[in-house]
T-cell receptor, first 113, second 110 residues
Framework: DAGVTQSPTHLIKTRGQHVTLRCSPISGHKSVSWYQQVLGQGPQFIFQYYEKEERGRGNFPDRFSARQFPNYSSELNVNALLLGDSALYLC????????????FGPGTRLTVT | GQQLNQSPQSMFIQEGEDVSMNCTSSSIFNTWLWYKQDPGEGPVLLIALYKAGELTSNGRLTAQFGITRKDSFLNISASIPSDVGIYFCAGLYNNNDMRFGAGTRLTVKP
């Protein structure tokens, strides 16, 4: 079975631009969470969606938004990019929304110049 | 958000040696998790701990949930080259409050 997939793998953007990252959960998983992992740090929670509704939100500015589609895939949008947004963005999926039983994708490496 | 205090930051060991790393926090957690992350991959869950004092093993890995609920440790016995990677602890208070440590980078010399 396919694991969590994310696209694109790598992305380079300029300050002030907008970016959309995509995630497809494991088949049968209804929850998707997004994390930001800055180089040398552990992941930081951004959003969780379950059954297309926002279930949790981390301490990130309103420039960050997300949504979940009827097929349970998800998009993370970041507006007005800053240099500090450069990071690995991880998506994780789980069957019922529990964070313990979540499976991570390989991430999207975003570089803001 | 504030992350957990994970130590050591990095370890260089000889194949066959045992490894110990730990994680502390000023906050209590209901669940402690240990992950391993390889280059170009997302973290993979190694062990989950659900009760204070719980000691759980997964092959050569053993982890414990501290009695105060503010700390946890992970031991790896008889290390092998494929143990190389970054190990993260994570504390979960409720399903919406999950914090990660900064990671321990493990290098195993054959």
């Amino acid at each position: 079975d396919a694991g969590v997939t994310q696209s694109p793998t790598h992305l380079i953007k300029t300050r002030g631009q907008h970016v959309t990252l995509r995630c497809s959960p494991i088949s049968g998983h209804k929850s998707v969470s997004w994390y930001q992992q800055v180089l040398g740090q552990g992941p930081q929670f951004i959003f969780q969606y379950y059954e297309k509704e926002e279930r949790g939100r981390g301490n990130f500015p309103d420039r960050f938004s997300a949504r979940q589609f009827p097929n349970y895939s998800s998009e993370l949008n970041v507006n007005a990019l800053l240099l500090g947004d450069s990071a690995l963005y991880l998506c994780a999926s789980s069957v019922s929304g529990t964070r313990v039983e979540q499976y991570f994708g390989p991430g999207t490496r975003l570089t803001v110049t | 958000g504030q992350q957990l205090n994970q130590s050591p930051q990095s370890m260089f060991i000889q194949e066959g040696e045992d490894v110990s790393m730990n994680c502390t926090s000023s906050s209590i957690f209901n669940t402690w998790l240990w992950y391993k992350q390889d280059p170009g991959e997302g973290p993979v869950l190694l062990i989950a701990l659900y009760k204070a004092g719980e000691l759980t093993s997964n092959g050569r890995l053993t982890a414990q949930f501290g009695i105060t609920r503010k700390d946890s440790f992970l031991n790896i016995s008889a290390s092998i080259p494929s143990d190389v990677g970054i190990y993260f602890c994570a504390g979960l208070y409720n399903n919406n409050d999950m914090r990660f440590g900064a990671g321990t980078r493990l290098t195993v010399k054959p």
